[in-house]
């Protein structure tokens, strides 16, 4: 099979199916931040404005503007001006609420969720990078409320959701948020220059990978107790979770594949010494997510999620979890130089043109069934184009820094 990374070529496919994306993602631009899209690039109005599809709008556009998109700056500064001054942030007892209206002040969810303020994070340091008005300020926010409430030096990993006034925190430890916190973090040393960023991404993955996951066949335990005692069973009775589905969800692998070998590219440019534990175990979640789930029942694409025997439990085809795999097979391509990687990201391709990308209501679908028939079982709508922007624009850049300081420094294509 020919090698696509990398082709000029391949590239400017990348290039025009990015601009399609870009410009349906337009479409969710509400008063208070970015709302969440339907079918056809309307915004499902019920659903309100969520913090964490906001907060990573900003990421979106602000590397959109880096790329030169006219309106990306636009969009990714209005966003920043409501992380700032909307309804959304909560300045009596700091951080952002879940969800608000999509206009108005109403407020639907006052929780403070862990996983939105990683993006928040992400966000503010993308949009820094860009130079967008008002980032300085909205990342000095983001870095304070993560130190303040999140960040535990003392359990070496971020604690997840609190109540309005972070007064309780709840009794529970999640990997996803954490492997969100790993990829912010990454884009905050990169932004910052403060190695302290980098200390946290690997105490985070050096627990939740190389300790936890390595030990269970690379099948990625994601619920934990407060003091870190994995939670096997946690969600059995409602399997489909959005964020927090039972057994493994495979996606999350192949996703920390490509952080695992970003961290070890951050090490490597600072000088620092690298665990080889960083590419062994990105390689055995990539290779653990192909077997459990890729076309593993009888028709194409990756299963949504499987039990701890690698059997299907959610046999849906998310369009985020192939979308990582292609980040995760570059990732792997670029750091090891063998061809397997190169073949099957070709193959995820093929895939996403096969059967997710819609040419005719605009973007991708976000989930179809066993038979890659659009449904609705695990989400609704298309969302955002967070995912998007990934295996449209990681494919074009080096492993370090993260996208955002990446272009910033003229490295697209470098």
């Given amino acids: ?215 269970n066949n690379y099948r990625v335990n994601e619920h934990f107790d407060s003091n870190w005692v994995p939670l096997p069973e946690y969600n059995r009775d409602e399997p489909g979770d959005r964020f927090r589905a039972f057994g493994g969800t495979p996606g999350h692998w192949v996703e920390w594949s490509r952080l695992l070998l970003q961290l070890r590219a951050s090490l490597e440019t600072m000088g620092r010494p690298t665990p080889e534990w960083l590419v062994e175990d990105a390689v055995g979640m990539f290779d653990a997510a192909v077997n459990d789930a890729w076309s593993t029942d009888g028709a194409p694409g990756f299963l949504y999620s499987v039990d701890w025997t690698g059997a299907p439990v959610i046999r849906s085809r998310v369009r985020w979890v192939v979308v990582e795999a292609i980040g995760g097979a570059y990732a792997l391509f ?23 990308i819609d040419y005719e209501t605009g973007s991708w679908w976000q989930e179809l069934d066993e038979n890659n028939v659009v449904t609705s079982l695990v989400w609704s709508g298309k969302q955002d184009i967070y995912h998007l922007l990934h295996c449209l624009v990681v494919p074009r850049l080096p492993l370090t820094p993260g996208m955002a300081p990446a272009l910033s420094r003229g490295l697209l294509d470098a």
């Fill in 1 to 215: 099979m020919s090698q696509w990374i990398g082709t000029p070529a391949h590239n400017r496919w990348l290039e025009v199916e990015l601009d399609r994306i870009l410009e349906f993602g337009r479409q969710a631009k509400k008063p208070n931040g970015f709302g969440w899209l339907g079918p056809q690039g309307e915004t499902i109005d019920e659903n309100g404005t969520h913090l964490w599809i906001t907060a990573r709008m900003v990421h979106v556009y602000s590397v959109a503007s880096l790329m030169g998109r006219p309106g990306a700056r636009t969009l990714a500064a209005h966003g920043v001006h409501q992380l700032l001054t909307g309804v959304a942030r909560d300045t009596r007892n700091g951080g952002w609420f879940a969800v608000v209206a999509n206009s108005g002040d109403d407020v639907i969810d006052r929780r403070k969720e862990a996983y939105a303020h990683a993006f928040v994070a992400l966000g503010a340091a993308s949009a820094a990078a860009a130079g967008i008005p008002g980032a300085d300020e909205l990342l000095a926010l983001a870095i304070e409320i993560i130190e303040k409430r999140f960040w535990s030096d003392d359990e070496g990993r971020c604690r997840d959701n609190w109540d309005e006034g972070f007064t309780v925190c709840e009794d529970y430890r999640g990997g996803n948020m954490n492997m969100h916190s790993v990829e912010a973090f990454l884009v905050l040393h990169d932004v910052t220059g403060d190695s302290v960023w980098i200390d946290r991404a690997l105490s985070i993955a050096s627990f939740v990978i190389h300790d936890i996951a390595k030990n």
């Fill in 334 to 356: 670029r750091a090891t130089g063998e061809k397997r990687y190169s073949d099957i990201y070709n193959e995820f391709w093929d895939y996403c043109r096969d059967y997710l």
